[in-house]
């Protein structure tokens, strides 16, 4: 079992399906709630999903999640995420945001 399978298994236990609103993703709260319960910021790996497994890139953070993640620590360009699971294709925030506008404020 590798770590993608580990985190895709953990995180299905914890699948609640609902929706308050379009405009608000699991990533950005996990990141906010991790941050609040333990004061970590910087962030190694993401596997975001609704009832299946990433299959392309519909498993990426939104932008405005890339960007919230961007700023709550620079070292998270370095961030893994999981785009296609079958495949285990990752991508980095980085790439996601190569030219990210907050890199000289950091």
Same mark, same amino acid.
């Given at each position: 079992?590798?770590?993608?399978?580990?985190?895709?298994?953990?995180?299905?236990?914890?699948? $609640?399906?609902?929706?308050? &609103?379009?405009?608000?993703?699991?990533? @950005?709260?996990? *990141? !906010? $709630?991790?941050?609040?319960? &333990?004061?970590?910021?910087?962030?190694? @790996?993401?596997? *975001? !999903?609704?009832?299946?497994?990433? &299959?392309?890139?519909?498993?990426?953070?939104?932008?405005?999640?890339?960007?919230?993640?961007?700023?709550?620590?620079?070292?998270?360009?370095?961030?893994?995420?999981?785009?296609?699971?079958?495949?285990?294709?990752?991508?980095?925030?980085?790439?996601?945001?190569?030219?990210?506008?907050?890199?000289?404020?950091?």
């Amino acid at each position: 079992m590798d770590i993608w399978e580990k985190l895709y298994n953990e995180a299905k236990v914890l699948y $609640n399906p609902h929706e308050v &609103s379009p405009f608000i993703y699991a990533e @950005r709260a996990a *990141a !906010f $709630n991790t941050y609040q319960q &333990s004061k970590q910021t910087k962030i190694k @790996r993401i596997i *975001a !999903f609704r009832d299946e497994a990433p &299959s392309g890139v519909g498993g990426m953070p939104c932008g405005a999640c890339r960007e919230f993640l961007m700023q709550l620590n620079i070292k998270n360009a370095d961030t893994e995420t999981m785009v296609d699971y079958a495949t285990r294709e990752t991508t980095t925030l980085n790439e996601l945001m190569p030219n990210w506008w907050g890199a000289t404020r950091a």
